[in-house]
């Protein structure tokens, strides 16, 4: 099974970043990982912004399923998550995450996914909510492995 | 107005305590902060460690009114929680945050409590609570004084 992470631009907060290396590294003793960067739009246009990069991302996807990252998404607890990537894990699918840029992402890009999932209510940066799905994807790692987390 | 955060411990994770620091540092043009840690357990026991640090806790607080952080709590959106805390703003009344430690609070802390906040339904580690909990309230600071949020 081999878990990749989609997202236009870089992490702009060095410790967000600094946080996601972190845990994309210790991610690594349990799956295949692929983190994969689309260029970002060098506009101010909101519109124009999220029809560009929404058009890279899901030319990058292609036909494969994927989860959306968006505030307005179901909620999962962590224990929920991780019986979701458990399944996942038994079918030996892969598994593509997507993170929309600064603006979010077009309708037809969330049309497209499979599911679309709310890490908060809250609004988070675009790094911060990078960060925050590899340290959730390592906490559901360690759940799946029997082992305890280790802060 | 003043604000005041609460936790026992320290921040363990060396990206989440830069990232807590920045935000920190921002904030101060905005409002008066204080951020207080009080000692926290140094025993494995979760039940002594529970009774213990909830026991600081209240004593430091004493009978002022305090909102919990906790992921069953009641959610809300980040425009949301800008008119709850604009609402305290208004009344010049002080705000204090709780944090619990790494086994969480005592009942009898979350019956004191005024309200519990879930920053999200997924577990995140003490650290990286802080951490977010900053940058929300950095984002509240910017949408109560009409600035745009700079990442």
Redesign the interface.
């Known amino acids: 099974m081999k878990i990749e992470v989609v997202y236009p631009g870089r992490i702009?907060?060095?410790?967000?970043k600094?946080?996601f290396n972190?845990y994309m590294k210790r991610l690594n003793r349990f799956f295949k990982l692929n983190v994969v960067n689309v260029s970002s739009c060098r506009t101010d246009d909101r519109n124009k912004c999220l029809k560009e990069e929404s058009k890279k991302l899901l030319k990058y996807i292609g036909s494969r399923d994927f989860i959306l990252l968006d505030?307005n998404g179901k909620?999962?607890?962590?224990k929920e998550?991780s019986q979701f990537i458990g399944k996942y894990l038994d079918s030996a699918r892969d598994l593509t995450f997507v993170i929309g840029g600064?603006y979010g992402v077009s309708d037809e890009l969330k049309k497209c996914s499979n599911l679309i999932l709310s890490?908060?209510?809250?609004?988070?940066?675009?790094?911060?909510t990078l960060?925050?799905l590899a340290?959730?994807l390592y906490?559901v790692a360690k759940i799946l492995s029997n082992q305890p987390y280790d802060?």
Request: aromatic residues 12%.
């Open positions: 702009k907060n060095p410790f967000a600094e946080g972190e505030a909620e999962f607890s962590t998550f600064v890490l908060s209510r809250m609004t988070f940066t675009h790094s911060m960060m925050i340290e959730q906490r802060h």
